[in-house]
């Protein structure tokens, strides 16, 4: 292993890691193409898709605690509403994990991409006034919260992705959750369902471990830097940077469906 190969594992860690901060994803989406194809072009790397995933999924389980970690103060964390999401999440992934099995991969994808699309309709929904509720005082219907959740967690399990960037704007569009409260929860509701899919990926030795720590690194580092910007940043500007995100990884769904 070469110097080339560890800053290229780093960098990749660390723009993935501090987009995972700033709008409460895991992080996977930016990840998981960026070492896939950019290892390979530069000569560093080649991984598999199977390799990719498993470094991803460590990379996502200490992103999020770090992302939360750095949002501990302020009132951002909503306990409640991650109770009730990180459980439903949780079931709903096993679920789906399981009925998987009996799916075809065009099927999965179709999945996927419906899911995705839903995740842009969202985003692109007027959100008026949900800024200005204190965070003190929000409230938002329990098994609304718990149901959406779980079919987020059915799909997310199906296709195997961590569902944040669906849980960002079911929280924004239809809970109302306040922009900085979706993104702090998001990463606590997704470092719950990433505790499944990192121990799975461990006990089935699909993890190389000197590139997943290099992005446990770069992670630690960027995440609270990450959460810090996104403290700082307008909130519109920070849901616009989410829906363009959502937007992009909608697109590159279908392509690969159609």
Partial sequence: MDVEFIITIFLIGFIGSYISGMLGVGGSIINFPMLLFIPAVL???????????????????????????????????????????????????????????QMTEGGINVVYGILALLAVFMMFVPKKGIDDIPLDEVVFNKWIAALLALIVGIGAGIVGAGGAFLLVPIMLAVLKIPTRMTIASSLAITFISSIGSAAGKI???????FPALIMVAASLIASPLGAHSGKKMNTKVLQMILALLILVTSVKIWLNIL
């Fill in 43 to 101: 000569g560093v790397a080649n991984f598999s898709s199977h390799e990719v995933s498993g470094i991803t999924a460590i990379q996502v389980f200490f992103a999020t605690i770090s992302g939360v970690w750095a949002y501990r103060k302020g009132g951002y964390l909503n306990k409640t509403l991650i109770a009730y999401m990180g459980t439903s999440i949780l079931i709903g992934s096993f679920i789906g994990g399981f009925g998987s099995t």
């Fill in 203 to 209: 006990t089935t030795g699909q993890v190389e471990y």
